[in-house]
């Protein structure tokens, strides 16, 4: 005869992801859609300002770069999201702090940040294109593909107020470093505004 215990086997041997949503992420993302249609998952506002200023930096840089809109999207997001994670790396809205805490203080040419490798593959702007869109969401751009989208008016003015912003000791605004930094440039990141 033994004596000895052992924990009971499972009966099952299904993984599944432990979630935090009680099962109601569902009707939340139909709530959202019946508030603002195509909202989907935009939580916050520098999700909208990332991929508008984009747009606009993308109008403003046109004939001296091929970037596409998206890339300069993913740039901007990561220099932000990176930005954010070194103030505070247990943020929870910041992605790519994996990548961050692997590539350490070594990256942050826009050739480097924008790029999947170095940032993360599922980007907010991907999840805000559909909002932006005049049809069904925030009437922020027209056209169906991110990277053909034209700014609204209100778009111009999402985009102004995000890229107009003082930055540096010379209260010059964010729109000329960030210029300067999809160029080719080097971006100062002792200089903060609110990207």
Known sequence: MSDYWFAARATSTELRRISLDFGLRRTVRQLQELIVPELGRVWFVRQLSWPVAALALRESLRGRTNARASTISHGLEALGCRLEWQTEPDGDRILGKRAFGRDGNDFWTFHELHSARHYVRNTHRQAATRALRDEGGLGLATGSRFDRLELTRV??????????????????????????????GAIDVTVRARV
């Open 155 to 184: 778009g111009e003015e999402l985009a102004d107020a995000f890229l107009e912003q003082p930055v540096g000791r010379g209260r010059g605004t964010l729109r000329a470093p960030l210029e300067a930094w999809i160029l080719g």
